[in-house]
């Protein structure tokens, strides 16, 4: 079946940065967008960014557009994100969600389990 | 504050028909495509409506969409206990450049 898992919790200190991955199967990677999006505890949803896998192509929120960096490695179908320069306001689960290309371009109906972030010194 | 904006919440009773909206602007919802997620508790989003009005495979037809101008809806009648959940609608924002969310509306079966 189509689905993302993503990398484990990470705890980290205020100033550094941490890197989350999510492995895709089940569907045309190379053929999708994936996104990612974090939730604080009790808080919406906040769009980070995407990048649309075949060309690489990348957008970022104006908000993290300094501290971000979205990759994909098409050899072993894995998208990530790197944020930087984390704050303790960054504590949070962060998601990655694909499209799988039944439903549109930018409607994103695979989505990973959620990775915990946790910033604290 | 979300530059999407929906109540935050929103509540009936089994077998009531609700509605949630989803407020933007010329920038987002004017010219593009709204989605809607589902979000249950402790768990992931699902996407629920996509394009306005469609539903993925498996979201029963309980679940609709509209979308009028700068403002969007999501409908759910028959409402069952298992909807109680966090529906989010979702758009891109041409002036942004980005994707944007609603805040949320936390939908309480009565």
């Known amino acids: 079946q189509m689905q993302l898992v993503q990398s484990g919790p990470e705890v980290k200190k205020p100033g550094t940065s941490v890197k989350v991955s999510c492995k895709a199967s089940g569907f045309t990677f190379t053929s999708s967008a994936m996104q990612w999006v974090r939730q604080a505890r009790g808080q919406r949803l906040e769009w980070i960014g995407w990048i649309v896998v075949g060309s690489g192509n990348t957008n970022y929120a104006q908000k993290f557009q300094e501290r971000v960096t979205i990759t994909r490695d098409m050899s072993t179908s894995t998208a990530y994100m790197e944020l930087s320069s984390l704050r303790s306001e960054d504590t949070a689960v962060y998601y990655c969600?694909?499209?799988?290309?039944?439903?549109?371009?930018?409607?994103?109906?695979?989505w990973g389990q959620g990775t915990m972030v946790t910033v604290s010194s | 504050q979300s530059v999407l904006t929906q109540p935050p919440s929103a509540s009936g009773t089994p077998g009531q028909r609700v509605t949630i909206s989803c407020s933007g602007s010329?920038?987002?919802?004017?010219?593009?495509?709204v989605n809607w997620y589902q979000q249950l508790p402790g768990t992931a989003p699902k996407l629920l409506i996509y394009?306005?009005?469609q539903r993925p495979s498996g979201v029963p037809d309980r679940f609709s969409g509209s979308k009028s101008g700068t403002s969007a809806s999501l409908a759910i009648s028959g409402l069952q206990s298992e909807d109680e959940a966090d529906y989010y609608c979702?758009?891109?924002?041409?002036?942004?450049?980005?994707?944007?969310f609603g805040g949320g509306t936390k939908l309480t079966v009565l």
């Open positions: 969600a694909g499209t799988s290309g039944w439903y549109g371009s930018d409607a994103f109906d695979i």
């Open positions: 010329s920038s987002n919802i004017g010219s593009n495509t």
């Open positions: 979702a758009a891109w924002d041409d002036s942004l450049n980005g994707g944007v």
């Open positions: 394009s306005n009005n």
